[in-house]
T-cell receptor, first 114, second 114 residues
Framework: DVKVTQSSRYLVKRTGEKVFLECVQDMDHENMFWYRQDPGLGLRLIYFSYDVKMKEKGDIPEGYSVSREKKERFSLILESASTNQTSMYLC?????????????FGSGTQLSVL | AQSVTQPDIHITVSEGASLELRCNYSYGATPYLFWYVQSPGQGLQLLLKYFSGDTLVQGIKGFEAEFKRSQSSFNLRKPSVHWSDAAEYFCAVGARSNDYKLSFGAGTTVTVRA
């Protein structure tokens, strides 16, 4: 069964900490995405990547960075966590930039910044 | 820029009754439209998608959606709801001009009562 795995289901961090959220997919997909999900706002795209070492800003990249050193792994980095980054973070992947390909999502990481 | 509106935040329906979830999009050309479902504690799963052709689209789990260009809508329907359909439903729109990146609505939570 195809899988997108996010390393942590729940994470609690303190303000100012550097936070790493890891995502691994086993489908050899070219594209990977990071979204944050907030009640009443739906999913908002933070960053995405169409290939190894490539990254593109999404709609809300401020306060975040990403790393894609290997095709299967896409990391989201909060350089200095703030309370307004408390949210559910969802990783997704797809096999091409075409709309014919669906997104496969991980189960999410619920991050709380105190 | 594309956008999606889901007017209903929460819908309660009796098991066996029909269900309709509304989705309105904003985009100048023909959009690519999707419905995703998120069960509690899970990532999002694709229910169905529309790119072109027949405006009535069949999906998994007995769901269907109809694209109506004149109303800028893509409403999701199911004739008879099961208790397992209790979940959050997201409508999303993509566009070739935006590299097919998806914009998601805020979501509609469906509660099924016995």
């Amino acid at each position: 069964d195809v899988k997108v795995t996010q390393s942590s289901r729940y994470l609690v961090k303190r303000t100012g900490e550097k936070v790493f959220l890891e995502c691994v997919q086993d489908m050899d997909h070219e594209n990977m995405f990071w979204y944050r999900q907030d009640p009443g706002l739906g999913l908002r795209l933070i960053y995405f990547s169409y290939d190894v070492k490539m990254k593109e800003k999404g709609d809300i990249p401020e306060g975040y960075s990403v790393s894609r050193e290997k095709k299967e792994r896409f990391s989201l980095i909060l350089e200095s966590a703030s309370t307004n980054q408390t949210s559910m973070y969802l990783c997704a992947s797809s096999s091409s930039g075409s709309p014919n390909e669906k997104l496969f999502f991980g189960s999410g990481t619920q991050l709380s910044v105190l | 820029a594309q956008s999606v509106t889901q007017p209903d935040i929460h819908i309660t329906v009796s098991e066996g009754a029909s269900l309709e979830l509304r989705c309105n999009y904003s985009y100048g050309a023909t959009p690519y439209l999707f419905w995703y479902v998120q069960s509690p504690g899970q990532g999002l799963q694709l229910l169905l998608k529309y790119f072109s052709g027949d405006t009535l689209v069949q999906g998994i789990k007995g769901f269907e959606a109809e694209f109506k260009r004149s109303q800028s809508s893509f409403n999701l329907r199911k004739p008879s709801v099961h208790w397992s359909d209790a979940a959050e439903y997201f409508c999303a729109v993509g566009a070739r001009s935006n590299d097919y990146k998806l914009s998601f609505g805020a979501g509609t939570t469906v509660t099924v009562r016995a």
